[in-house]
Nanobody, 126 residues
Framework: QVQLVESGGGLVQPGGSLRLSCAAFGRTSSNYAVAWFRQAPGKERAFVAAISWSTYTTEYADSVKGRFTISRDNGKNTTYLQMDSLKSEDTAAYYC???????????????????WGQGTQVTVSS
């Protein structure tokens, strides 16, 4: 497993941008997939985006395609989620997760990730 710490959340107006960061600790290598999930009040946790350890493969939820970009800097053990053109429906707690135990390139399924951060709140409101 790996320890994950998210940062970068906050309050932003509709149409604005935020960049979330997910720093990983406790593992010397970065050969694992990382994903972002989000959970709004009263709703289940939902997949947002994922990236393979090589950074060559990414996947996005349909609701964020063209607006969000996931990237990672393996030298800094940090994964990012650039969120542009934010909408009120993007309001949620955002969690990063790492799949350190399998050889999967990436996954959109939350239970397949073994390490989770504490979450960072994103609120989109005028």
């Amino acid at each position: 497993q790996v320890q994950l710490v998210e940062s970068g959340g906050g309050l932003v107006q509709p149409g604005g941008s935020l960049r979330l960061s997910c720093a990983a600790f406790g593992r010397t290598s970065s050969n694992y997939a990382v994903a972002w999930f989000r959970q709004a009040p009263g709703k289940e946790r939902a997949f947002v985006a994922a990236i393979s350890w090589s950074t060559y493969t990414t996947e996005y939820a349909d609701s964020v395609k063209g607006r969000f970009t996931i990237s990672r800097d393996n030298g800094k053990n940090t994964t990012y989620l650039q969120m542009d053109s934010l909408k009120s429906e993007d309001t949620a707690a955002y969690y990063c997760a790492a799949d350190t135990k399998s050889q999967r390139v990436l996954s959109t399924i939350a239970i397949l990730y073994d390490s989770w951060g504490q979450g960072t709140q994103v609120t989109v409101s005028s």
